[in-house]
């Protein structure tokens, strides 16, 4: 299953739902649900979806005869929830689809998630966190968007609309994991913004670890241009002039830099028998390039 299809699952369990938050989803999914003659047609392939919305008929609208319908198609199944009869019960609780009802969702997070959460198990999807974070709402009817949108940001969360295709269908979208985070905790899905955060967290985590060989990575490689240069100058040194043309500090510092190239400067100075700073055999190098520059000048 996908991550997409494992919300889903999730927000279709909706029996133990409240009255009045169980209208409210019933009420989402039909809004996000393609209108035909003036009313919603719930049509899906997923059969959670179906049967979460055959649950909540019954249990909001107990006097209304519904029944899905199956249609058998080379590529799978395809489910319709008909309405047999009783239209006017539902039509005179939750009204016009052509805009939020506040009949339907009466006011409060509560219902106003219950809604949401209808609308995203009906059009709503969610990309794998371990690959990009996105989230999205595609209405079948567009002109709904613009309205969902408003009601969206209305409650806190700052989605985004773009338009898609030749038919420029309108597409409500989130790409931040925190908003996607707050979105799915506001519609009941819980479980899964916990699972965005975790995959977040390993993510940070991977990239510290990464940033942090990366800069020991040209630490390294740092130290050991600056040993390879300091080698080459004391070899040019004592093939030029001969180790007699050094003082014993530098014949000293010579000596250990050469027999130890792969140690930074800090660690260098933990090989000399008299302490001895970071800056001073810096400072000890230091003298050694100049002696091999003159060296160079000497023979150009």
């Known amino acids: 299953m996908s991550f997409s299809s494992d919300i889903r699952a999730e927000l279709c ?3 133990n739902l409240p009255q009045e938050q169980a209208a409210a989803v019933l009420y989402g999914i039909m809004y996000a649900s393609r209108g035909e003659s003036g009313r919603p047609v719930i049509q899906t392939e997923n059969t959670e979806l179906m049967n979460a919305a055959l649950e909540l008929m019954k249990m909001v609208f107990p006097g ?24 006017e019960q539902i039509a005179e609780r939750f009204g016009s689809m052509d805009e939020i009802s506040s009949r339907a969702v009466p006011g409060g997070d509560e219902c106003s998630g219950a809604f949401l959460r209808g609308v995203f198990i009906s059009c709503g999807s969610v990309t ?5 974070y996105h989230l ?6 567009s002109e709904r968007s613009a309205a969902l949108l408003e009601f969206i940001i209305e409650h806190g969360m700052a989605m985004k609309e773009t338009r898609r295709g030749r038919a420029k269908r309108s597409v409500i ?18 479980n899964h913004s916990m699972e965005i955060m975790q995959v977040k967290i390993v993510k940070d985590f991977r990239n510290r670890v990464n940033r942090s060989v990366n800069c020991e990575s040209a630490n390294l490689d740092k130290t050991v241009a600056a040993s390879n240069r300091s080698a080459d100058d004391i070899r040019l040194i004592f093939d ?3 180790e007699g043309s050094l003082s014993p500090e530098l014949l ?13 400067l800090s660690e ?3 090989m000399f028998p008299a302490p001895i700073t970071r800056s001073g055999l810096n400072h000890r190098l230091k003298k050694l390039s100049k002696m091999a520059d003159e060296i160079r000048g000497a023979h150009i």
Do not use: M
């Open 13 to 15: 369990d909706v029996h």
């Open 64 to 87: 209304v005869h519904s029944e899905i319908v199956r249609l058998v198609k080379s590529s799978g199944s395809l489910y319709t929830l008909k309405i047999k009869s009783g239209w």
């Open 128 to 132: 794998d966190p371990n690959k990009e």
């Open 136 to 141: 999205e709402i595609v209405l079948p009817e």
């Open 173 to 190: 979208y989130a790409k931040e994991s925190e908003l996607i985070e707050d979105f799915l905790t506001y519609i009941g899905a819980a």
């Open 240 to 242: 030029t002039l001969g």
């Open 252 to 264: 000293q510092t010579a000596r250990l830099r050469l027999e130890n190239p792969e140690l930074s």
């Open 268 to 270: 260098l100075c933990e």
